[in-house]
């Protein structure tokens, strides 16, 4: 559910540098209608942190020193699937990047991004919407297009692009209607979408289109 913009967006800031976050910090703190409300450097401190402050958006880096981010996120997002997590990183190999969408992340950016950039993408993400830096969209976008699926008489089909936008979200656990409001989409239009999908996975429900795509596309 869109979050009302009369209430300052939340932040919890993760990342081992603290110059990094004190940068960051600044930068939010500057923004209107913006709060940091937690700062973390381990993956251990960001579940813990926000399963307590309950934040609106956490930005967080891929690799931490005690372990993945991506961790963390499936963590903090079983707990508390309310909270978006916009991955912050330097990492933009595709193994990452699908690794966090299949996480749940609303987001994956790299640490190239301007200041105006990054509030913008914190805005959006926290609007409910996700995210993906254009450095990076359409080679992850062009790997998953090619990923084929053998069918019941041996064929090999793939996925079209928009089929595989659907799949993602119906992996995020997004209703018909928003993914229809997320790809600007008719209730119908998507309901005919997950029709190819079930048929080119050999599925009836939407549970197992979701658990087929993490075991087939996951890294």
Excluded: W
């Amino acid at each position: 559910m869109p979050r009302r913009n009369t209430t300052p967006i939340r932040l919890l800031l993760v990342d081992d540098h603290e110059v990094l976050r004190l940068g960051l910090k600044t930068l939010f703190t500057e923004t209107a209608n913006m709060q940091v409300v937690g700062e973390a450097g381990t993956r251990a401190a960001a579940v813990s942190e926000a399963d307590r402050l309950q934040p609106d958006v956490v930005l967080m880096d891929v690799r931490l020193p005690d372990g993945s981010g991506v961790e963390a996120c499936r963590e903090i997002r079983n707990t508390s699937p309310e909270i978006r997590v916009l991955f912050l990183t330097s990492f933009a190999d595709d193994e990452a990047v699908m690794a966090t969408i299949m996480a749940g992340a609303k987001g994956f950016l790299l640490k190239e991004i301007s200041g105006e950039e990054l509030v913008r993408a914190v805005k959006t993400v926290a609007a409910g919407q996700s995210i993906l830096d254009p450095a990076i969209t359409q080679r992850v976008l062009t790997k998953m297009q090619h990923l084929s699926i053998s069918s019941a008489d041996g064929r090999k089909e793939s996925l079209a692009p928009q089929e595989l936008k659907v799949l993602t979200l119906v992996a995020e656990g997004q209703t018909n209607k928003e993914i229809a409001v997320a790809l600007d989409l008719s209730d119908k239009t998507v309901g005919h979408y997950l029709e190819n999908i079930f048929q080119k996975l050999q599925v009836t429900r939407r549970s197992q289109a979701a658990a087929e795509f993490v075991r087939r596309f996951s890294p």
